[in-house]
């Protein structure tokens, strides 16, 4: 790309900048501002976002939509195999925790030997099944001149690392289940409501 092409591109954006706060200051117009009055807003959350779709301003995701098998991400402390694996894995520090690549990578430990394991927890769903969960052990071996071997092991200590953590995340699941009905009372189906109308 040559030196005027760039300096094209920047000139441009230079002028894109400066030119919004001139839309943005207009009475009328799609840019105006528009401040909201405090005493027309809801103060609860539901009730913003209800009138929010009211006027247009918001969206919702169809039932099928949301219940769909793609792109459905949770935050992660609402994702109970995120917090279940956290919870077991705190014995060791982690190097790598990322949600949205749905990895945990804890540090090399060891118990006073040369030898040394790192765990690795892969999670391909969000839902609390025995495949949406990949853990993988690695083993770095030291030798007395610093001279290190790694290698990912198969042993027992993984499978019982996913067990507990499969089970943690039942039992947190559970949990949440209970206190959402006692905060929100129980789950309402359309049949319900149609035999008490």
């Known amino acids: 790309m040559s030196i005027n092409k760039i ?26 501002f528009d401040p ?10 539901k009730e913003r976002a209800r009138k929010n779709i009211e006027e247009g301003k918001g ?21 109970p ?13 982690l190097t790598n925790v990322d949600y949205s690549g749905g990895v945990i990578i804890t540090d090399w430990f060891s118990e006073g030997t040369e030898r040394s394991v790192k765990i690795s927890v892969r999670f391909l769903t969000n839902e609390i099944r025995a495949d949406g969960l990949e853990v993988s052990l690695f083993e ?3 030798d007395v001149s610093n001279i290190c071997k790694t290698q990912k092991i198969k042993s027992g200590l993984g499978n019982e690392i ?10 947190i699941a559970q949990e949440d289940t209970i206190r959402y009905k ?4 129980e789950y309402k189906n359309s049949e319900t409501s149609a035999k008490n109308n």
């Open 59 to 79: 969206f919702r995701l169809s039932n099928a939509m949301r219940g769909g098998s793609g792109g459905n991400f949770e935050f992660a402390s609402s994702n």
């Open 7 to 32: 300096t094209s591109i920047f000139k441009i954006l230079i002028l894109i900048i400066l030119f919004i706060p001139v839309l943005t200051s207009c009475k009328s117009g799609p840019f105006r």
């Open 36 to 45: 909201a009055n405090p005493q027309e807003v809801p103060v609860s959350a």
């Open 81 to 93: 195999m995120w917090r279940a694996s956290l919870d077991i894995l705190d014995f060791t520090p």
């Open 182 to 185: 006692e905060e929100f009372g």
């Open 140 to 142: 770095k071996t030291c």
């Open 162 to 171: 996913k067990l507990e953590i499969l089970k943690k995340a039942a039992l």
